[in-house]
């Protein structure tokens, strides 16, 4: 999921273009042109990061900076044109986590973005391991949770349904044969058993596939196996 920025700046121009160029990196971004709508805005959507500008109409930065801080742990990236020591002082002592003096190069305040975001997600998940999860094309796999979903739909999967699916997608574009996917799955030699990779993919495309005759997941290679496209 890309992350979502704020940009409160009163210059359009300059507004657009560190949008532009965040959005040349997957981000989601929003502006606004006052203190008073970029608080508003702050409080009420949820932000991955704020780059704020200093000398807004209305509230200034400060304040604005101030008031994020109180309600929100994210991010805070000040900018301003003022390039005395006790304006950066401020601003850090208020919450910014970082203040660029203008005029500076979009890839580098893309950077800091991106390094801050970084730093942030690492802090936050330092004492909760994120789950392990496959995401391919609206299919969702965690394989800590051992749940499924398509397009944000779960579906029930037995457990050797569930193992045969992620042993594939961890494997894309690699064709099995019915003999290889049965004795990574089941653990055994087939011995004439290779019918129940067949029933258990049939399963799997029934709960996964739009078409299951036209199957956009996995695939049958004929005379041969089994592929998970991606």
């Known amino acids: 999921m890309a992350k979502h920025i704020l940009i409160i700046e009163d210059e ?3 507004a657009e273009l560190e949008k532009d160029y965040l959005e040349l990196s997957d981000f989601e ?3 606004a042109a006052d203190g008073e709508s970029g608080l508003e805005k702050a409080m009420s959507m949820d932000f991955d990061l704020v780059i704020l500008d200093l000398m807004l109409p209305g509230i200034d930065g400060f304040e604005v900076c101030r008031r994020i801080r ?3 742990n994210i991010p805070i990236l ?3 044109a003022r390039k005395d020591d006790i304006d950066k002082i401020r601003g850090l002592g208020l919450g910014a986590d ?5 005029p500076f190069s979009p890839s580098e305040l893309v950077a800091r973005v991106k390094a801050h975001m970084a730093r942030y997600e690492r802090l936050v998940g330092a004492g909760q391991p994120a789950n392990d999860v496959i995401e391919i094309r609206g299919l969702k796999i ?3 949770a051992r749940r499924v979903f398509i397009d944000g739909t779960e579906k029930n999967f037995t457990t050797k349904e569930f193992d045969l699916l992620t042993f594939l997608a961890e494997h894309p574009n690699h064709v099995y044969s019915k003999e290889e996917l049965f004795r990574e799955i089941w653990d055994m030699d087939s011995i004439g ?3 129940t990779v067949t029933v258990h993919i049939k399963k799997i495309r029934e709960k996964i596939e739009y078409d299951t005759s036209n199957p956009q ?4 290679i004929w005379g041969v196996g089994y592929r998970f496209r991606i």
Request: hydrophobic share 35%.
């Open 12 to 14: 359009t121009a300059i």
């Open 29 to 31: 971004v929003e502006t």
């Open 70 to 72: 109180e309600a929100k």
């Open 78 to 80: 000040m900018v301003s």
């Open 98 to 102: 970082d203040y660029m003096t203008k």
């Open 142 to 144: 965690d394989k800590t």
């Open 193 to 195: 058993d290779i019918a």
């Open 217 to 220: 997941y996995i695939e049958t």
